[in-house]
């Protein structure tokens, strides 16, 4: 019903910056609420970032003013922007979306974003 295609992942230094983006196809109508997961090697999915249609965000404390999610439109393109980017930022990052009134939740398959010393 919902297709999600996310991209934008690569190596970076400490202190460097990355945009990823995350491009919904299907039946967008649907989704409520939109963002970020990821997962560093051995560890669980840690959200990151959200923000609903209505424009009401949450962001993970570890990433609170070094990260913003700016959408391009209501339901349909959004992104991560990355600043200061720090090594324990390295994991695979996973667009988001969720239809909360069917309780359904919608992933992409993930980029990678390794953040060097």
């Known amino acids: 019903q919902v297709r999600l295609v996310e991209s934008g992942g690569g190596l970076v230094q400490a202190g460097g910056s990355l945009r990823l983006s995350c491009v919904a196809s299907g039946i967008v109508d649907s989704i409520d609420t939109m963002g970020w997961y990821r997962q560093a090697t051995g560890n669980k999915y840690e959200l990151v970032a959200t923000i609903t249609v209505g424009g009401s965000t949450n962001y993970a404390d570890s990433v609170k003013g070094r990260f913003t999610i700016p959408r391009d439109s209501a339901r349909n393109t959004w992104h991560l922007q990355m600043n200061s980017l720090k090594p324990e930022d390295t994991a695979v990052y996973y667009c988001?979306?969720?239809?909360?009134?069917?309780?359904?939740?919608?992933w992409g398959q993930g980029t990678q974003v390794t953040v060097s010393s």
């Open positions: 988001y979306a969720r239809n909360g009134r069917l309780d359904r939740d919608y």
